[in-house]
């Protein structure tokens, strides 16, 4: 069985070296589905929590949220940085609040400070759900990401094995390293 969550995601890029209208700094909502697949845990006859889904995943995706992605080779990165830098915003303002905790991946570097996330390919509906993937299939069990964004939308599914996740009889969510339940303590 499946527990299916969605979020939308505001964010402005480009295409570089696109030879169309996707070539110039443009935003778009984007809408990102998440299914996660397992058995239905008997203590609390579903799933995974889809609020505890969202807690897990947006951890991660808010550095995406209200963000600039642009590509390591994009001649606009240093431009930007030097402006955030002569702005005194580069190493972050005090109302910056929604930012998740910076992260390198083989993909994607994010800089929460700045609201930026550089990515080694073109950030497409495609790019995004690798992107995503990589960040997330430790946590969840992903069986399905969807992202759709403007007129574009992609989809991939992938194989996940059932139980590979310890999750709490009485909350549904997953135990830590340690087997823990960090919302109620439950230990295993």
Not at 14 to 42: C, M, P, S
Not at 59 to 86: G, M, S
Not at 113 to 130: A, H, N, P, Q, Y
Not at 152 to 157: D, E, G, Q, R, Y
């Amino acid at each position: 069985m499946r527990s299916i969550t969605t979020f939308d995601l505001q964010y402005a890029h480009r295409f570089l070296n696109f030879k169309g209208e996707a070539q110039y700094l443009h935003g778009h909502t984007g809408t990102l589905t998440i299914e996660v697949e397992d058995t239905v845990n008997e203590g609390v006859n579903m799933v995974f929590p889809c609020n505890e889904i969202k807690k897990t995943a947006w951890e991660i995706l808010k550095n995406f949220d209200h963000a600039l992605i642009l590509r390591e080779d994009d001649p606009l990165l240093p431009a930007v940085l030097e402006v955030y830098e002569r702005q005194g915003i580069r190493g972050g303002h005090p109302q910056n609040r929604m930012k998740g905790p910076a992260f390198k991946s083989e993909l994607a570097t994010a800089y929460p400070d700045c609201r930026l996330v550089v990515t080694k390919e073109t950030m497409t509906v495609e790019g995004m759900i690798k992107i995503v993937h990589s960040l997330l299939k430790d946590k969840l069990n992903i069986v399905k990401l969807t992202f759709r964004s403007g007129d574009n939308t992609a989809s991939a599914k992938f194989e996940t094995e059932h139980g590979r996740i310890d999750r709490c009889p009485l909350c549904g969510i997953a135990l830590n390293d340690k087997g823990v339940c960090p919302k109620c303590g439950y230990r295993k």
